[in-house]
């Protein structure tokens, strides 16, 4: 959706039908879960089964992964032929640099924000990684590092100045992605679970939603 100023990921896709859509709508990038505790896990077989009925390339398609070897980042990247990998393990920038190596792809590294010193953490990945992706913290009770339906407060992210380009995640919805985008000058929206009916089944008319509240408000500004 670079187009309109603001570029948009939809994430934990896992049908043919809903990435289309994403495609259609002006995604720049569609995102895969490959992790078990998740909802919207997509083992090795169905990453199979789903991969020649995506859409062409157009959107890039990224591989989230949380402490995953790097054999098994690499089985997802041939089956989905990914473009990127998204990370929410406890890499370090040297991790990252290695594996950039030997994967071939693009890396987005996930921080969790809790307040100002985890959004200046970004700066030790500059030269290793390739993107940022800002998210809130998980809630204490929740397996799960990143699609918990929850945001932190956007404002913190106001000013934030890096050689590193970067997304805003967390508990966006189409109703909230014109405050989120005054709020913290974000040019690129990270989107899961407000996207969804039920946590892993993702809606065609919200994901069209989300895309044109974010073009609206890009236009708008
Ligand atoms: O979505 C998941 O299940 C998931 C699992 C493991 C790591 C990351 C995950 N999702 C990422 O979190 C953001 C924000 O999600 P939400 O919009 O708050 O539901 C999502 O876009 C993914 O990049």
Known sequence: ????????????????????????AGARWLGFVHFAPSPRHLDL????ALAPDLPPKGPERVGVFAGADTGTMAAFADILSLDWVQLH???TPDDIAALRDRLGLKVMKAISVGGPADIAA???????ADMILFDAKPPKDSVLPGGNA??????LMRGHDSALPWLLAGGLTAAT???????????????SSGVE?????????KIRAFLMAAKAAKQGA
């Open 122 to 128: 970004a700066a030790a990945y500059v030269g290793a």
């Open 45 to 48: 077989a169905a990453a199979r």
């Open 197 to 205: 009916t039920a946590p892993g089944v993702k809606s065609a008319s």
């Open 89 to 91: 393990g406890a890499e």
């Open 1 to 24: 959706m670079t187009a309109s100023g603001v570029s948009v990921k939809i994430c934990g896709l896992s049908e043919a039908e809903t990435a289309h859509v994403a495609a259609g």
């Open 150 to 155: 929850v945001s932190f407060p956007w404002g």
């Open 177 to 191: 992605v014109s405050q989120a985008l005054a709020d913290s000058g974000a040019n690129a929206l990270d989107v």
